[in-house]
């Protein structure tokens, strides 16, 4: 039987994600915006939540175990923050997750440490490439075993903070199938290209990044000779991605309807008309239906179920739902919807970066 209560634990959890939310990301969503990055003193409060420490065994230096359904709960209060600020606080997860889901002993006690540090790490995860109708599954970068050696050859983009990472987890097909594979920064033949400017979550600073002829040892292919579930992998990231964009909307959504509450027009508020009520209902049900989805995918992923189809639905659902309601956000306010002065307009053009962003969130 479900419940729809969480516990304890949960709940102080996603209180204290709130109040970061609202008082630390929120007077300065703007600023990060427009400076094109985040705040150090901002990333630093994030990281003192200990997110992703609470994912890991209390073995390598964590005090928790991973939970999609928790990990949702607390994504949708970052959402509602900032999405920009909210994966540039996230990109270790790119990294350690994956190592945590899926390491060796060996590569998890060599790495995982290195997470539940006070300090922010400098990892990150090379994933989305630079094609049409990209594809995890059939991956251009390759990664070709030379003796106790790999040889990875192709280009990403979308990788989040590569200018600063030390560690790489670079994703490349491999006799057919796609594998993970652990790459330091110093490694030769790693090219940091120029910073990819998004039309949304511009606080996130993303890059292209090529890899020639990078080499790497054996040992580094994550998961040792069983390697990764892509499938199980994906599963994580979307419902992550999806928790997130439901956080998105219903910033979009309270504020739309604060709005029309205290905007008159011909003597009443702009609420009481019947097209702004529908479009203020639909927007509800659009998000509440999104987050039931994200919440039965999560809960039946923590109990060892097969939810690769039920995370792809609700990543499609939340993909289309996030660019609905924040666009009827801008047009409950006008005008007023599209200028500075109003959050909805940048709130669009991040519900818009959804669908392409597969692969881009993990906590």
Same mark, same amino acid.
């Given at each position: 039987?479900?419940?729809?209560?969480?516990?304890?634990?949960?709940?102080?959890?996603?209180?204290t994600?709130?109040?970061?939310?609202?008082?630390?990301?929120?007077?300065?969503y703007?600023?990060a915006?427009?400076?094109?990055?985040?705040?150090?003193?901002?990333?630093?409060?994030g990281?003192e939540?200990?997110?992703?420490?609470a994912?890991?065994?209390?073995?390598?230096?964590?005090?928790?175990?991973?939970?999609?359904?928790?990990?949702?709960?607390?994504?949708?209060?970052?959402g509602?923050?900032d999405?920009?600020?909210?994966?540039?606080?996230?990109?270790?997860?790119?990294?350690a997750?994956p190592?945590?889901?899926?390491?060796?002993?060996?590569?998890?006690?060599?790495?995982?440490?290195?997470?539940?540090?006070?300090?922010f790490?400098?990892?990150?995860a &090379?994933?989305?490439?630079?094609?049409?109708?990209?594809?995890? &599954?059939?991956?251009?970068?390759?990664?070709?075993?030379e003796?106790?050696?790999?040889?990875?050859?192709?280009?990403?983009?979308?990788?989040?903070?590569a200018?600063?990472?030390e560690?790489?987890?670079?994703?490349?097909?491999?006799?057919?199938?796609?594998?993970?594979?652990i790459?330091?920064?110093?490694?030769?033949?790693?090219?940091i290209?120029?910073?990819?400017m998004?039309?949304?979550?511009?606080?996130?600073?993303?890059?292209?990044?090529t890899?020639?002829n990078?080499r790497?040892?054996a040992?580094?292919?994550?998961?040792?000779?069983?390697?990764?579930?892509?499938?199980?992998?994906?599963?994580?990231?979307?419902?992550?991605?999806?928790?997130?964009?439901?956080?998105?909307a219903?910033?979009?959504?309270?504020? &739309?309807?604060?709005?029309?509450?205290?905007?008159?027009?011909?003597?009443?508020?702009?609420?009481?008309?019947?097209?702004?009520?529908?479009?203020?209902?639909?927007?509800?049900?659009?998000?509440?239906?999104?987050?039931?989805?994200?919440?039965?995918?999560?809960?039946?992923?923590?109990?060892?179920?097969?939810?690769?189809?039920?995370?792809?639905? &609700?990543?499609?659902?939340?993909?289309?739902m996030?660019?609905?309601?924040t666009?009827?956000?801008?047009?409950i306010?006008?005008?007023?919807?599209?200028?500075?002065e109003?959050?909805?307009?940048l709130?669009?053009?991040?519900?818009?970066?959804f669908?392409?962003?597969?692969?881009?969130?993990?906590?």
């Amino acid at each position: 039987m479900y419940s729809f209560d969480m516990t304890s634990e949960q709940k102080m959890l996603v209180d204290t994600v709130h109040r970061y939310a609202e008082k630390v990301v929120r007077p300065i969503y703007r600023e990060a915006e427009e400076a094109k990055c985040v705040p150090q003193n901002v990333v630093r409060t994030g990281w003192e939540l200990g997110l992703l420490p609470a994912s890991i065994d209390a073995e390598y230096g964590g005090f928790g175990e991973y939970s999609a359904l928790t990990s949702a709960l607390f994504l949708e209060e970052l959402g509602w923050g900032d999405v920009g600020i909210s994966l540039h606080l996230l990109s270790p997860n790119l990294f350690a997750l994956p190592v945590s889901l899926f390491g060796t002993k060996e590569q998890q006690a060599t790495y995982l440490p290195q997470f539940c540090d006070e300090d922010f790490p400098k990892a990150t995860a &090379a994933l989305i490439e630079p094609v049409y109708q990209f594809d995890p &599954a059939e991956l251009s970068t390759v990664a070709e075993k030379e003796g106790s050696e790999y040889t990875i050859n192709g280009v990403k983009t979308f990788v989040p903070l590569a200018n600063e990472a030390e560690l790489f987890l670079v994703y490349a097909q491999e006799r057919g199938r796609t594998q993970a594979f652990i790459a330091p920064s110093t490694a030769p033949g790693i090219e940091i290209g120029e910073r990819v400017m998004m039309m949304g979550a511009r606080a996130l600073a993303v890059y292209t990044v090529t890899f020639k002829n990078v080499r790497i040892p054996a040992e580094n292919r994550l998961g040792g000779l069983k390697g990764i579930r892509l499938n199980r992998l994906l599963t994580v990231s979307r419902l992550c991605a999806a928790a997130l964009a439901v956080g998105q909307a219903r910033a979009a959504y309270e504020y &739309a309807l604060k709005y029309a509450k205290e905007r008159e027009a011909f003597g009443e508020p702009i609420a009481h008309r019947q097209s702004i009520a529908f479009m203020l209902a639909e927007m509800a049900m659009e998000i509440e239906g999104v987050r039931l989805q994200v919440w039965e995918a999560s809960y039946r992923f923590d109990n060892r179920e097969d939810a690769t189809r039920l995370a792809a639905l &609700a990543k499609i659902a939340a993909d289309k739902m996030v660019l609905h309601v924040t666009d009827n956000a801008v047009q409950i306010l006008g005008g007023h919807g599209y200028i500075r002065e109003h959050p909805v307009e940048l709130w669009l053009r991040n519900g818009r970066g959804f669908a392409a962003w597969d692969g881009l969130v993990m906590a």
